[in-house]
């Protein structure tokens, strides 16, 4: 008798009509015979793979996608929740029985000629009672290896789900890319995703956002735990003492930077667990433990180099599960190497990623500006023993943070975990190239989870508070901007490898190690507690960084203003009332 598993996979064939049929094992012999495959296979002209470098890079293959599929595609992203008041104003909304009308016409037939991949998948660690089992079916083999890179795939996925009819459904197929037959379709309360007519990760790699996201924190708002768009880093200071933070930051501000730091400061390290996704559960002792339900990075190329991001180029490099995939980049002509723009000065010869030969005199740039890097995270060196951990880290704080040139101070410390609520809810970010929006437009990015909330961000805002109740230890709560600008427009704070200093700080209040001051947002560092030792910074320019500036706050609470009257009744009273008191403060 056939599985539920193989029941579902079997309507998806008479549905798609596929010429063949390829179930993933997650085999290493299976890497390889996929890469083979989509060297072989033709799209657009090109092949969908080309391999590169293989003794720099070694298993490193570079894949140009459709010009017209670079970023997510928000506006064509829909919640399909029979009420449209559930879905909130922060998504858009489909009526079910519409959307998958529309979805399923464009499903039919849309295999022939091609070869379907059925993925089972898991995400989390296999033997963690937090995780979740999936299937994706798509027909591109891009996709297929980038979740073998990126999640757990194959036999260990199909044995948990065993005869269950409790998994995850992805249906996927990158149909003929044209964006007017393009949508991203959630039912959250069927524990599915349709998405037709993207090849591109955020639209096609069905387990990250749509999956661990979107219908993962739907999941966790009936369930009773969070799915968050954060890294998960420890911190361990020079007694050997490891410290586990959370941090939520929008797509291309800095995510991977922090989750691989390589601290400045002497004797401190940190320990990479995640660099995008969080699932987060209250463990028995009444602390939030935290896991990365993934398995690889998917993370922005243009930026990352030698100098900001070392751990990540050794990652790239350090290739021991294979492949690792570079999606738009641009490649050096002369040695196949994979490049971008921040990753090394510019070669003679260089390939761009419409795979022209590039004229340096233009003005466009070499690798897209949201050209990606796919790789296992076990390749990470400063990948933490406790990855794998079933139950996750205990969390002892939560950084919060965007890209904002003015009036977000460097660093502060929310004053209640309601506080930090707030705060975390008022975020506003620059706008950047993952999401496919106007470059540096200000947004609200409440908690940086806007485009992936599954539900009413009202009540998801609600869903947070309530935990006051659910945990006996609630972690410290730190907003940070490490994007602050000065009169001409230089950023004044170093960042990167500097940010450890401002992790110091954090542990230090967490510990009880040191005061602070509290202003009108929140508990600020004293300068003094903060180690610049070996920063050139001029206490001018540190006063700048910290600075509250009361004109700017008075025109940034009419925005959450207007930002908070979108949820209606669905805004938690708590929100209001501190919503309230900074009015207050700034009258």
Sequence with gaps: MKTPLQNWVDQQIALMQPDKVYWMDGSEEEGKKLAEIGEKEQIDGHPVLEKLNQKEFY???????NPN???????????????????????????PTEAKAKLNALFKGCMKGRTMYVIPFLMGSPKSPYSKCCVEVTDSVYVAISMRIMTRTGKVAIDKIGNSTNFF?????????????RYIMHFPQENLVMSFGSGYGGNALLGKKCCSLRIGSYLGYKEGWLAEHMIIIGVEAPDGKKTYFLGSFPSACGKTNLALLNPVLKGYKVWTLGDDIAWINVGPDGRLYAM?????????????????????VETLKNNKFFPTLYTNTAVDADTKNPWWEGYSEMPENIIDWHGKKYDKNSCEVAAHKNSRFTVSTYNCPTLAKEFDDPQGVPISGIIFGGRRKSTIPLVYESTSWENGVFDASIIGSEMTAAAGGKLGTVRRDPMSMLPFCGYNMGDYFGHRLSFTKKAKVLPKIFMVNWFRKDEDGNYMWPGFRDNSRVLKWMIDRIEGKVDAQEKEIGLFPKVDDLDLSGLDISKE???????VSKEEWQKEIPLIEEFYAKFGDRLPKELKMQLDELKKKFK
Excluded at 72 to 92: H, M, S, V, W, Y
Excluded at 292 to 312: D, L, Q, S
């Design 292 to 312: 990365n339900p993934e398995m690889g990075f998917f993370g922005v190329a243009p930026g990352t180099g030698k100098n900001t991001n070392p751990i990540m």
């Design 69 to 95: 599929d670079v970023a997510r595609t928000e506006q064509l992203t829909f919640i399909c929740l029979p009420n449209k008041e559930d879905a909130g104003p922060n998504n858009n909304w489909m009526d």
């Design 541 to 547: 320019t540190l006063e700048k960084l910290f600075k």
């Design 169 to 181: 459904k992805g249906m996927h197929s990158i149909g003929d890319v044209n964006p007017e037959r």
């Design 59 to 65: 298993g490193a293959y570079w894949h140009r996608s």
